[in-house]
């Protein structure tokens, strides 16, 4: 019994040891409960090396993208009259590339070490070519807001996006203001395109908490030009509060 236990324990030091050594080479990364990219999130049992920021400004963001970028993010700090600076109405999210399942041991230890998984809106590497984006929320207004400028490779009709790729971001800043309070999923999804996105153009899009009813949370959102004088977009959606634990197979 005792030698069984301490190949056991020598077996189990070894998968941690595995697991360090491949965060060196392969970081995985973990967010705030409150990010876009997974509706809630608990905390890693390891230390990982910093994350890429995909939602920070690269060469790619045109003069449009970066002057919205900046009205937003300037309202993330405000100065007292004391000249101490102090957070504001606005929050810009972070934009990772990994979603982790992960818990204290055994078969989501293992879970861990899988290293394929990227997020669908942040697996395109080459900036400018996929999903530029940026969120920013402000939970006293329960609103959400996402800048988006997207590349080539989103191409749906010709010279223009995708209806799939303008869902997915609908889903996403719906999904990110739903998730204020904790983890949900999306239940329903009503889109109405009203019109096209040129590809390499930026979009606004807002989201906005129009109630809440037990597990349910409906959202609206919209999407415009930049100065707001043409609707693309229009979406409803439903989301359900959810136990992560549950989602996780625990």
């Not at 990364?29 to 090396?49: I, T």
């Not at 309070?181 to 899009?205: D, E, H, K, Q």
Request: overall charge positive; some cysteine.
């Amino acid at each position: 019994m005792a030698r069984s236990l301490g190949r056991l324990y020598k077996g189990f030091r070894s998968l941690v040891t595995l697991s360090a050594m491949w965060s060196m080479k392969h970081p995985i990364y973990s967010v705030s409960s409150r990010s876009p990219s997974v509706r809630s999130m608990a905390v890693l049992p390891f230390s990982f090396s910093k994350p890429w920021d995909f939602s920070l400004p690269n060469t790619s963001w045109g003069p449009e993208m970066m002057q919205l970028y900046e009205h937003y993010n300037s309202m993330c700090e405000v100065e007292t009259e004391g000249g101490e600076k102090q957070g504001g109405p606005w929050k810009r999210l972070p934009g990772y590339n990994r979603l982790l399942k992960y818990a204290t041991g055994g078969v989501y230890l293992s879970k861990m070490i899988q290293s394929k998984a990227r997020l669908f809106t942040r697996n395109i590497r080459e900036p400018g070519a996929g999903f530029e984006y940026v969120l920013f929320v402000n939970s006293e207004e329960q609103k959400c807001v996402c800048i988006l400028q997207a590349g080539h490779l989103l191409e749906g009709p010709p010279g223009h996006v995708h209806g799939g790729a303008i869902a997915t971001m609908i889903d996403t800043v719906t999904g990110c203001l739903a998730s204020i309070s904790g983890a949900v999923m999306t239940a329903n999804l009503n889109i109405n395109y009203r019109s096209p996105i040129p590809l390499g153009s930026t979009v606004v899009m807002e989201s906005f908490l129009d109630k809440k009813e037990g597990r349910k949370m409906f959202v609206s959102c919209k999407v415009t030009s930049p100065d707001g004088t043409k609707l693309h977009t229009e979406a409803t959606a439903l989301f359900l509060s959810i136990n992560l634990n549950q989602l996780m197979g625990r």
